[in-house]
């Protein structure tokens, strides 16, 4: 979560920094994935104030919200607030849907076609560590733990924990195909 001004000026950096950019600041034509991590990140911030600064930052939050729901619907994302760590990286357009009851750690790297769900009427679904890279097309679903430095490969369908650090899985039911961890395919600025 993020509770002040500085904290959200840290995530964005570390967001811009893990897709790769050299600025927080999003072009005026194009680049609508970085104006919806954006929108992410102060609707986030603005839940978390109070008082009289809750009412202060009011026209900014209505603002933010409009644009992150327009730009949910135009790229394909249902993705709630306070689920993503610092260092998020969405690659690309496409369905994500991520449950409101995942908590996900910092330096994810999230491809297309990827849900990350609750199951059989749980609230609860994924914890997962820092540094995992999840390929385009995988699923986890349910209320499973995924370790630190995780790759989970395209189209693997993930049903029951990853406790082993520092490995790459896939297939369906995902098993581990190797011992090759995700950083890799991550950012070595942000690693942790």
Sequence with gaps: MIHSKK??????????????RSSTRAKVFGDEIWKFQIALRHLEFGSQLLGAARIY?????????????????KLGYSIPLNVFDSGLCIVH????????????GRNCRIHEGVTIGATNGNDR??????????????KIIGNVNIANDVAIG???VVVCSITEPGTTWGG???????????RANLD????I
Excluded: C
Aim: proline content about 3%.
């Design 57 to 73: 930052y009011a026209p900014l939050q209505i603002w933010f919200r409009l644009r992150y729901h327009a730009l949910s619907l």
């Design 125 to 138: 679904a994924a914890v997962i560590g820092n540094n995992v890279f999840i390929s385009a097309g995988a």
């Design 188 to 191: 070595r600025h942000i690693q």
């Design 154 to 156: 395209a189209n693997a």
């Design 172 to 182: 369906v039911p995902a098993k581990k195909i190797s011992d090759h961890s995700s």
């Design 7 to 20: 904290e959200l000026r840290k995530f964005l950096q570390l967001d811009a920094l893990a897709s790769g």
């Design 93 to 104: 357009r496409g369905t994500i849907v991520v449950s409101k009851g995942a908590i996900i």
